[in-house]
């Protein structure tokens, strides 16, 4: 059961970035996003990676070079993607220093499980 929850966590929340991204946010919002923006996608791609290795954990990409390249790609696809998007919808602009934030918010995550996943591992996370 836990395979399946792990599994819709990662689409619901790629669900959730994909609907964030497309969406053209209020004057207001986007005054308060501004200043955080880089941030905020660095965070926002740094939980993607660790919902897909997650996920990606449970299948056969266990090996863990496998799961960190499969997950990694995962995430900056789904930036790059997102990114391509936003080229589309009516007052978004797609931007490759969106996108690196992205790629390093997912890096940085891929580090600190890598770092941490002895003791990850022991508490069954991994």
Known sequence: MLGFSVWSGLV???????WLSLMTPSA?????????DKAIHFMMYALLYFLAASAFHRSRLRAIGRL????FAYAALIGAATEL?????????ASLADWIADSAGA???M????FHRKRL???GYF
């Open 12 to 18: 619901s929340y790629t669900a959730a970035v994909f």
């Open 28 to 36: 207001k919002v986007a005054s308060l996003i501004g200043p955080y």
């Open 68 to 71: 960190a390249f499969w997950a």
């Open 85 to 93: 998007l936003q080229s589309r919808v009516p007052s978004r602009s």
């Open 107 to 109: 890096a940085a995550s």
């Open 111 to 114: 580090i600190f499980l890598w």
């Open 121 to 123: 591992s022991e508490e």
